[in-house]
């Protein structure tokens, strides 16, 4: 089962879901749709942004809810939940209403269980899951309702040639460290190490240890590891 969460969170990294929200931007561009390949980039990257955000607050100063276990959003959660009811909204777009319907149905519950994979393999809390998936289901409700009655001037088939190749080969590539990349615009900013998350979680649900955290998810150089203050900040 652990191998199935494993498969299902790769499909979430940002090797493949950002080059799937280029994608969705390419052909709608391809379509003449200029107003709608903007407003998807505009509503994308904003919500890229707040997980940047919320992860630099905490990793820089310890900005957070800790009675939540909250440290940042998921940016497997965001992204999953923006992109892929977009990706099969369009792929349908042309379908009979039954068929529109059911594809958005699967881009959404696709999008749902590769949220939910980043808890089995302890990558984030409850909260951090539930708060990425809402913010990246918004984005894509908000396009969505946005499109209307627009219809990009492309056949649809084009937008499967550019995602298909993408969600087939980029998962098999190595991730890219994107938590890394945050960890050291955190340090650069603060002068001082990045505070660690010490409430990720166990397979029985326990907060884990210190020692639990995944080596990927360490910094370079620790040499003391900062623990976040005792009291519980309000909500960022």
């Not at 984030?124 to 499109?147: M, Q």
Request: charged share 15%; proline share 7%; glycine share 10%.
């Amino acid at each position: 089962m652990m191998l199935l969460w494993k498969a299902l969170t790769a499909l979430g990294g940002v090797t493949v879901t950002g080059p799937l929200g280029v994608a969705v931007a390419v052909w709608l561009l391809a379509g003449r749709s200029w107003r709608l390949s903007l407003n998807w980039m505009l509503l994308f990257c904003g919500g890229m942004a707040l997980v940047v955000i919320t992860k630099l607050l905490w990793y820089g100063w310890g900005i957070g809810i800790q009675a939540w276990h909250f440290s940042g959003l998921s940016g497997h959660a965001m992204r999953a939940t923006a992109v892929y009811p977009v990706v099969f909204f369009l792929a349908f777009r042309n379908a009979r209403p039954g068929y529109r319907t059911l594809g958005l149905a699967a881009g959404v519950l696709l999008a749902f269980l590769i949220s939910y994979s980043r808890l089995p393999v302890r990558a984030h809390s409850v909260s951090e899951v539930v708060l990425g998936g809402a913010v990246g289901y918004a984005v894509a409700a908000a396009f969505i309702l946005g499109v209307r009655g627009e219809r990009p001037a492309i056949v649809t088939d084009l937008l499967l040639a550019l995602c298909i190749p993408l969600v087939i080969i980029m998962p098999l590539t190595k991730p890219a460290p994107a938590e890394r990349w945050i960890k050291q615009i955190a340090m650069y900013l603060t002068g001082k190490d990045p505070i660690e998350r010490a409430w990720k979680q166990r397979p029985d649900g326990e907060p884990a240890s210190q020692a639990d955290v995944e080596p990927d998810q360490q910094p370079d150089a620790q040499p003391e590891v900062r623990q976040a203050p005792v009291q519980v900040r309000g909500p960022i």
